[in-house]
């Protein structure tokens, strides 16, 4: 190839990039909204506590004005674990994020239902062996206040999230999640 022609490919290839990116850009400007849904996952440790979730995101209401972005609904299933003991919980919350880019500080708020798996399957065992009666199921679950605190890394229109921060009961806790 001649040098001519290589500066002709290079050329077209560039002004075909910046057309395309143009016509991107354009539709991401008519539509500055975040998405309604999410699903999220998040795993957090520190030291002998942690937990992990599964989390479905819903947004309740949108803010465009103000560093408010909205009102989101957050239903999730998960683990945890203490030391010696944990079991599964299922969580309810409502948060919001602000910032207005791809940036955000995120607060969640809630109740769980957890449920001490680890101490009632002790329990058990004890009884059987002792020849008592069995435990009730009831007397190891729990409603705990959860919430969490954190960064959030989600553009207004992407599908992509990540999560990072620190929380009940997933104490330091890294998470990601797609937007539809």
Not at 53 to 58: A, H, I, Q, V
Not at 134 to 156: E, N, W
Request: net charge positive; charged share 15%.
């Amino acid at each position: 190839m001649t040098r001519k022609s290589i500066y002709l490919t290079i050329g077209a290839a560039l002004s075909l990039c910046s057309h395309t990116y143009a016509q991107e850009s354009a539709d991401a400007e008519g539509n500055q909204g975040f998405r309604k849904n999410a699903i999220l996952a998040t795993m957090g440790t520190v030291g002998l506590m942690g937990a992990y979730n599964l989390s479905f995101e819903r947004m309740l209401l949108a803010s465009k004005e103000g560093s408010i972005q909205g009102l989101w609904t957050k239903a999730g299933v998960g683990g945890w674990g203490v030391w010696s003991t944990g079991g599964p919980y299922q969580s309810l919350m409502l948060g919001t994020m602000t910032g207005k880019r791809n940036s955000h500080l995120e607060l969640n708020g809630g109740l769980a239902r957890m449920f001490n798996k680890t101490g009632y399957d002790h329990a058990e065992d004890m009884s059987t062996y002792f020849s008592e009666p069995q435990p009730l199921k009831s007397d190891y679950i729990h409603i705990r206040i959860v919430g969490a605190v954190g960064y959030r890394f989600q553009k207004p229109t992407s599908r992509f999230l990540f999560r990072s921060g620190v929380g009940y009961p997933e104490t330091l806790y890294l998470g990601i999640g797609a937007a539809f």
